[in-house]
């Protein structure tokens, strides 16, 4: 599993105050908006304890102190624990949070104490970025593109799915691929080398792999959003420039606000 970098997470509130003039622009609605409507709720002063983990790889520069200003900047109370670990999550349900934060190398959840509901960084990420394509205002059709059907991507295009979009997909991985024909009706389409359908073009496309340039130009329409939870990103600046493209692309707020939203 791939995981952020301290790079990934330079200048965060800058990267997440730019995605969220993005979103306003594609949606008509900034991300706070889109959390409050898709999940029905609303933040009201819980308080949110992150705790750094040690284990795995280790804890990442500035990835608590990312949390803890996206957090802030989406309306909640928030601190990071001194003590990591075991000891951190004791100190964060004795400082009186309500919600908890924390990441190991394979799972990262928001916990409500409350309400006993939890979420996964993974579906939470895929479900926002797909809701986010599926509102986009000069969409040109119902066809939407979705490449990268793995833990991000299969939830994301499932959820398109079931907004009644028609899916064209693919995953480099044949097993993936299969499996999203079978269980949500996706029609297979290569974008990199579309068999007998090079012609097709989207003005939706949601992507989610861990690999650089996987949106080629031949797919993409004169209007067309990008809405991508996968780094490095699916398109080169280059090419975003050259076809005008509306790009959603956030190293950790967006599915972060996600998993908040989704458990008040
Ligand atoms: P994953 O490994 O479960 O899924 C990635 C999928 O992409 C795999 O199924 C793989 O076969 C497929 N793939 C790889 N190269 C491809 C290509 N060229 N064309 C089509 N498919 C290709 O990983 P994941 O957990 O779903 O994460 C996907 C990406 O999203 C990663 O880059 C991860 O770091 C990123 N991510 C970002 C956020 C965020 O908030 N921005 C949150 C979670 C994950
Ligand atoms: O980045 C990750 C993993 N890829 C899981 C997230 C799913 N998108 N984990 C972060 C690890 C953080 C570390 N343990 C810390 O600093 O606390």
Do not use: W
């Amino acid at each position: 599993m791939a995981l952020l970098t301290p790079e990934d997470l330079e200048n965060i509130n800058k990267q997440l105050q730019e995605a969220d003039s993005t979103v306003r622009r594609v949606t008509g609605l900034d991300i706070k908006g889109i959390c409050k409507d898709f999940y029905g709720t609303t933040p009201c002063c819980e308080k949110v304890g992150i705790v750094p983990v040690t284990s795995g790889n280790g804890i990442i520069g500035s990835f608590s102190e990312s949390l803890n200003a996206i957090a802030g900047y989406f309306g909640f109370d928030s601190f990071i624990t001194d003590m990591p670990d075991v000891s951190g999550y004791y100190e964060a349900v004795k400082n009186g949070a309500r919600i908890i934060l924390m990441a190991d190398d394979n799972t990262f959840l928001a916990h409500n104490l409350k309400n006993g509901k939890i979420a996964n960084n993974q579906p939470c990420t895929g479900i926002i970025y797909a809701e986010i394509a599926s509102r986009y205002l000069k969409a040109d059709s119902k066809e939407v593109l979705a490449v990268g059907l793995g833990k991000v991507g299969f939830p994301g295009a499932a959820h398109l799915a079931q907004k009644g979009f028609k899916v064209y997909g693919y995953d480099a991985d044949r097993t993936l691929l299969e499996k999203s024909v079978s269980s949500l009706g996706i029609i297979p389409f290569n974008p990199v080398s579309p068999e007998g359908d090079g012609q097709r073009k989207f003005s939706i496309i949601f992507e989610a792999t861990p690999c650089a340039d996987t949106i080629p130009e031949s797919v993409i329409s004169e209007n067309c959003v990008i809405s991508t939870p996968g780094i490095p990103c699916a398109i080169s600046k280059e090419l975003q420039k050259k076809c005008g493209v509306e790009l959603v692309m956030e190293p950790l707020g967006i599915g972060t606000a996600s998993m908040l939203y989704s458990i008040l």
